[in-house]
């Protein structure tokens, strides 16, 4: 079946822009998690979906970035006036339940010019 | 918080055995994740870790130790495209057992 997806796999923006990330996860997989990645770092966590609700936002790094999941399935990670410092690849992931294996998306690369 | 510390890097021979070790320090400790990451792609799932001991899968085998805080994943018969990096990833009890992941640990096979 098909994996995690996740668009645009790029993104190039100006700082002070606004940009959307959206995440499809596996079908009929309740949780879904928000990552950040610099290089030569591991996955830093940002916020987790148990349905449609935001179970954990605690790892948003501040009111600029804001996530939704309003079905439940796909959701969209928001991120207003955006800084050179949110250059990252941001990492989606699905998982059966909470605390099972997660399956990561492609991820999407974005740059802040 | 976690405190999580692998080897920023290893080399190896193909063929040969491989150990990385992972270490961490956290209160309420519920499970200990393994996942590979070729550069440019997404972290895929190796091995997951609850109780003490030695948990075999094919070439690859996962250990954890409660007690002293300490993982290790252990890969036998290298190939090349066993170059990557391993992320050692932390679940704690009392929340949502989202993992916290370490900085991952680059290995790089050659022949």
């Known amino acids: 079946g098909a994996g995690v997806s996740q668009t645009p796999s790029n993104k190039v923006t100006e700082k002070g822009k606004y940009v959307e990330l959206r995440c499809d996860p596996i079908s009929g997989h309740t949780a879904l998690y928000w990552y950040r990645q610099s290089l030569g770092q591991g996955p830093e966590f940002l916020i987790y979906?148990?349905?449609?609700?935001?179970?954990?936002d605690s790892g948003l790094p501040n009111d600029r970035f804001f996530a939704v999941r309003p079905e439940g399935s796909v959701s969209t990670l928001k991120i207003q006036r955006t800084e050179r410092g949110d250059s990252a690849v941001y990492l989606c992931a699905s998982s059966l339940q909470m605390g099972n294996e997660q399956f990561f998306g492609p991820g999407t690369r974005l740059t802040v010019l | 918080g976690q405190n999580i510390d692998q080897p920023t890097e290893m080399t190896a021979t193909e063929g040969a055995i491989v150990q990385i070790n992972c270490t961490y320090q956290t209160s309420g400790f519920n499970g200990l994740f393994w996942y590979q990451q070729h550069a440019g792609e997404a972290p895929t799932f190796l091995s997951y870790n609850v109780l003490d001991g030695l948990e075999e899968k094919g070439r690859f085998s996962s250990f954890l130790s409660r007690s002293k805080g300490y993982s290790y994943l252990l890969l036998k018969e290298l190939q090349m495209k066993d170059s990557a990096s391993y992320l050692c990833?932390?679940?704690?009890?009392?929340?949502?057992?989202?993992?916290?992941f370490g900085r991952g640990t680059s290995l790089i096979v050659h022949p």
């Open positions: 990833a932390v679940s704690i009890t009392g929340g949502s057992y989202i993992p916290t």
């Open positions: 979906f148990q349905g449609t609700g935001a179970a954990d």
